[in-house]
């Protein structure tokens, strides 16, 4: 806002100007008494005040009491008393709110609150973890159990296979020995048989010596019967089961005196001559003895006493 002004002669004397703003000034602090006035208004009926207990007594206005008696006639009217004002009722007691919990009470009852719920929490996972750990324990256990028996039957079962192929290969090392055994007296009974009838050709011949590599020698008759002395060599070396080292020097020759019955059975058996092996003499013993009842003649009959030489590296 502009103020105009306007000239003064020089002489005219000097004149305050004018105010004209003064009204937008007198309005605002008036507005400012006026906020500060509802302010305070507000303030004071804000404040709370405690509720006055009120008492009242009711009077049942239907009931009336009796009626005086009339007065004499001669006597005056005694003037009616006024009835007393009721009593106010008696103010029952108020109870006072109840105290308003401190701050820090019932913020340290919600940290109690949430301290048991988190130890709860924790409680239930410890639980639940322990199970857990339990459950594959036993999950543990139950594989365990179940390897250990698979091993246990696997062992029995390759210790099974062991001794049946064991087993089987005694069996056929006893059948492998048995057939062995059966071609060496096979062949040692036909090598018995061909001996006899090489002996029974010289015989025939005149050409049977008085030699031999196993010979049944005579005894007290005059001649013996070449084919009867080879048929009991052979019997008798066929039944000799030696088996020390033969690689001995020179041909050892064991000689037994022989008595039998006329039957053919041996009585009795006696070492003439020993080949210096105590076992290859025993070997010969024991199959003269094994050879009973000794080979007949052609007529049936035997030497009862007879003299059986067999020499060592003769032997089938």
Known sequence: MQTKTTAHPADAPYRVPRDTRRWPSLALAGGMHAGLLLFLWIGVNWQS????????????????????????PSAAPEPRPEPAPPKPPAAEPVEAPPAPQA????????????????EKLAEQARLKEQRKLEEQEKADKAAKQAKDKAKAKALAEQEAAEKK?????????????????????????????????RLEMKRITGAVGSGGSGTAAKSTAPRMDSGYAAAITAKIKSNIAYSGSTDVAGNPRAVFKI?????????????????????????????????????KKKDGTVERVLDAGFNMKDLP
């Not at 007594?57 to 009336?64: A, C, G, M, N, R």
């Not at 090392?173 to 071609?183: E, L, N, R, S």
């Not at 076992?279 to 199959?287: F, G, K, P, R, T």
């Open 49 to 72: 005040t405690e509720p006055v207990a009120v008492e009242a007594e009711v009077w049942d206005l239907q009931t009336q009491a009796a009626a005086p008696l009339a007065p004499p």
């Open 103 to 118: 701050p820090d009470i019932a913020l340290e009852k919600r940290k109690e609150k949430l301290k048991a719920e988190k």
């Open 165 to 197: 192929e064991l087993a089987d290969k005694q069996q056929a090392d006893k059948q492998q020995a048995d057939k062995q055994a059966k071609a060496k007296r096979a062949a040692a009974e036909q090598k018995a048989a061909d001996d006899a009838r």
């Open 259 to 295: 008595e039998q019955l006329p039957t053919g059975e041996i009585i009795s058996v006696r070492k003439i001559q020993s080949s210096g092996i105590p076992a290859y003499d025993s070997a010969v013993e024991n199959a003269i003895t094994k050879s009973s009842p000794l080979p």
